[in-house]
């Protein structure tokens, strides 16, 4: 399995990491840490040296509650990161947006992927990736970031989510984004109670596609905090466990804040899930 990201290819034969960098001053875990650009660099270098397969870059947070940010601010806090992050790291570099302006400047700065918890479905963002050969990963959320852990409220929480997704990618192949271009992510946290986080998570495999990489984004989360009883700065040991079950579900890329932690969980789980009967 590959992912064609503009002039990477991603191979996803083995389970990857994406490292997660927030610009940002009130991200749930790590807000404030590399809002200033240079220390925002530094940590995706470092993050490409611990291992990661691809740095994610956002500059809003979708925390539950977090406030708006205008375009020419979020532009402000990534495009710097990412024009200097492409010149210094190997990796694909990654956008976490959902506003057409920023996907595109961000790819104007040498992003070749495209993070969107709203899955390509604000107006124009089908477009702004459709010509650029970005890929782009298609996030499931139930209503808005703002108000989206009101009330969740499922029927078939995998069914749904798994339609949705389909439905998604369908979108994007008939404006012209391959399927070779494309992830999709159960959007774990976005619009779900525990119980529905925990039931994708234990159905990752029905969600998996041949040629269609799942990503998985547990890290530090809420989902782990309830489960342990501990802060977002204590969840490193819940998020790997995470992380690694994750990858023995099926999934191909892992979002992940501790990158060299997880790398190494990740790489322990493939190791295991190849040795297993009927492993690849």
Not at 44 to 67: H, N, Q
């Amino acid at each position: 399995m590959k992912l064609a990201c503009r002039d990477h290819l991603l191979d996803l034969t083995e389970p990857c990491v994406m490292g997660v960098l927030n610009v940002t001053p009130d991200s749930f875990s790590d807000g404030g840490c590399y809002l200033d650009a240079a220390a925002a660099i530094e940590r995706g270098v470092a993050m490409a040296g611990e291992g990661a397969a691809i740095i994610d870059v956002g500059g809003e947070s979708t925390r539950p509650g977090a406030a708006d940010v205008g375009v020419q601010d979020e532009l402000d806090r990534v495009v710097p990161v990412i024009e200097a992050l492409v010149r210094r790291v190997r990796v694909p570099v990654s956008i976490d947006t959902s506003k057409p302006e920023v996907m595109r400047a961000a790819i104007a700065a040498g992003a070749s992927l495209v993070n969107d918890v709203k899955a390509l479905r604000t107006p124009g963002a089908l477009e702004a990736v459709a010509g650029t050969g970005a890929a782009a990963c298609l996030m499931h959320m139930q209503g808005e970031p703002r108000t989206m852990q009101a009330a969740p409220l499922y029927g078939d929480v995998v069914g749904e989510v798994q339609q949705f997704l389909a439905d998604r990618v369908r979108a994007c192949m008939a404006a012209g984004i391959g399927r070779e271009r494309l992830c999709i992510d159960p959007g774990i946290g976005f619009g779900k109670r525990p119980e529905h986080n925990l039931a994708l998570l234990a159905s990752i495999d029905r969600l998996a596609d041949p040629d269609l990489p799942v990503l998985v984004g547990v890290s530090r989360k809420s989902l782990v905090g309830i489960i342990t009883g501990r802060p977002p700065e204590g969840r490193l040991a819940g998020s790997v466990a995470f992380a690694a079950l994750a990858v023995m579900g099926g999934a191909a890329i892992v979002r992940a804040h501790d990158v060299a932690e997880t790398v190494d969980a990740v790489k322990v789980a493939s190791a295991l899930k190849r040795a297993a009967p009927g492993g690849r």
